[in-house]
């Protein structure tokens, strides 16, 4: 038995359909619960789906039972965003029976300083293109100059860099679902302590994360990292307004505080130091960023012989060196490598390809 928590589509619950599964509850509290009821019909398999049209923390007696298996995709931007995670351990709290399994079981949150000026020059750009007139049709704007800057530099951006950009080695800090409580996710930070590798000027922090399947017989990692194929989550970067300048070998620390705020989300604060020098800036509205920057490629998909539509190639839509050397590997590739090894491995003992991707780099690629 399975629950399917942030059920969308319902589509994790179709999938534990085919693994055998004899009942899934599908939670959704967004109209989106009709869609499921609609596939389940088309798809034979009403019989076997639950849908239960109401925020997790609401329902009562529409899940009687304790399951033995609980999925969800409610990792946002920068992990976190979409503030499901703590939905996802209420549901464990109450429905998942003990031993039961979480998929995925845990994610591993990934921090490190970058050094980004192109993109920070033009965004000291973009925020004077207007604000510095002083005669726009008669009116003096350049009033709001200050504030179109830390408007500007308080969008986090989410796109893609090359890893060329990082200049320390990231720090990992594991959120593990099936032990953590709600409380730890509600108002929280991540403290960083950093060594850098070069003398360079710092502009933030970039993060991402992997996502951990544990199997019975296998694991399998989604990652989010810029040293692996994009997804929809891209990468997320905080940058300063005022960069932080920091010799070779120099420590780093700070931290990244997770607010919650209004539309189920969080409002970060970024705190880095090194030498003496203090930088501090808040109000990154991780409902609210910036993809701009984002250098896509398209590829055409066929929806029928007559239809065609345009999506995004993730495997193609790489960021392209800055020139510069890279001073900093994947601090969870190891990790990665042995479960694409214990799932090769788990298909090659029982004569079935599980459908989960191996482990894809932008190196092997």
Not at 269 to 289: K, P, Y
């Amino acid at each position: 038995v399975a629950l399917d928590v942030g059920s969308g589509t319902g589509i994790l619950a179709f999938f534990a359909i085919q693994a055998g599964a004899s009942r899934v509850y599908c939670v959704e509290a967004s109209p989106m619960a009709e869609v499921i009821s609609q596939l389940a019909v088309a798809n034979g398999g009403c019989s076997r789906l639950r849908v239960v049209n109401k925020v997790l923390q609401e329902i009562r007696d529409e899940i009687p039972e304790k399951v033995d298996v609980i999925l969800h995709e409610t990792l946002g931007t920068f992990l976190f965003a979409e503030r499901g995670i703590e939905t996802v351990l209420v549901a464990r709290e109450r429905f998942l029976k003990p031993g039961g399994k979480l998929f995925p079981a845990y994610a591993e949150f990934c921090l490190a300083p970058f050094e980004d000026a192109r993109v920070h020059a033009g965004r000291l750009v973009k925020s004077q293109n207007l604000w510095t007139c002083t005669d726009f049709h008669g009116v003096d704007v350049s009033s709001l100059h200050e504030r179109s800057k830390r408007e500007m530099f308080c969008k986090a951006l989410v796109d893609q860099f090359h890893p060329d950009q990082l200049r320390a080695d990231p720090i990992v800090k594991r959120f593990d679902f099936r032990t953590m409580s709600s409380d730890e996710v509600h108002s929280f930070g991540v403290d960083f302590t950093f060594r850098s590798r070069a003398t360079c000027v710092l502009h933030g922090v970039a993060g991402w994360f992997e996502a951990v399947f544990q199997g019975s017989v296998c694991s399998v990692v989604l990652s989010t990292s810029p040293w692996d194929v994009l997804t929809h989550w891209w990468q997320t970067r905080l940058m300063l307004l005022e960069p932080l300048a920091v010799n070779e070998e120099q420590q780093i620390t700070g931290f990244v505080g997770f607010s919650p705020s209004v539309g189920n989300t969080y409002t970060c604060r970024l705190v880095m130091e090194s030498g003496g020098i203090r930088r501090e800036q808040d109000g990154f509205d991780l409902a609210d960023t910036d993809g701009s920057h984002r250098n896509t490629v398209m590829k055409v998909h066929d929806i029928s012989p007559t239809s065609k539509v345009q999506i995004i190639d993730w495997e193609a839509t790489r960021a392209m060196p800055t020139g510069g050397e890279v001073l900093v590997q994947d601090p969870l590739r190891c990790a990665k490598l042995a479960a694409t090894q214990s799932q090769a491995a788990a298909e090659a003992a029982s004569g079935e390809r599980f459908g989960g991707p191996a482990y894809p780099t932008m190196e092997s690629s």
